[in-house]
């Protein structure tokens, strides 16, 4: 009956985990969604400033038509490039919002993807350790240390001895709080 402790404690420990990693899945695709969306909304702002721009060219020419001015003066022309320019600004500048703020929620769709994969990569982990944990609790074996198998195993002290090799996974005392340090 152990065994059956062992399994449902590590099929919980799964779902739940596969159920955060499909909620950070999901948080990913709406953030990648978002600057998408955020894309086209610049696009259609740099294009309403452009028809902005092209209002103000036409509309000072034809006030300096009106006026009686030339409008091949130097100075007019002058008024007009600077006219022009300012437009092409406004225009470059909706752009490089958008696309500044579309490239944050790439980034955070990005880091909720990894957020996941992490998630999924320390499900499994706590799939076994869950299960390790019932199978030797229903047995009536201490929960904080596995069985010896020919080697000495503990959480917080001395080294991992198995048959692949003395001292494959060293959790001394000094590196307790270092998880994932290898010493071949």
């Known amino acids: 009956m152990a065994w059956v ?55 000072a020419l034809a006030v300096g038509a009106a006026s009686g ?7 007019f022309v002058k008024v007009l490039a600077d006219l022009d320019a300012e437009g092409e600004y406004r225009v470059l500048s909706r752009m490089w919002n958008a696309q500044n703020d579309a490239e944050g929620l790439y980034f955070r769709a990005d880091a909720a993807r990894r957020e ?23 047995k009536g074996g201490s929960s904080t240390a596995a069985p010896s198998t020919g080697g000495s195993r503990s959480f917080f002290g001395g080294s991992i001895n198995s048959e692949l090799g003395e001292g494959i996974l060293d959790t001394s005392v000094g590196d307790a709080f270092r998880p994932n340090v290898m010493v071949a």
Do not use: W
């Open 5 to 59: 402790a062992a399994v449902a404690a590590g099929l919980a420990s799964a779902v739940k985990s596969h159920a955060q990693a499909k909620q950070k899945q999901d948080e990913a695709k709406g953030y990648q969604a978002a600057g998408v969306r955020r894309l086209a909304a610049g696009t259609r702002e740099a294009q309403e400033e452009d028809r902005k721009r092209e209002f103000m060219n036409s509309r």
């Open 69 to 75: 001015a030339g409008t091949d003066g130097p100075g």
């Open 116 to 138: 996941s994969k992490s998630i999924n990569q320390m499900a499994m982990v706590n799939s076994l350790t869950s299960a390790a944990s019932a199978y030797f609790g229903a």
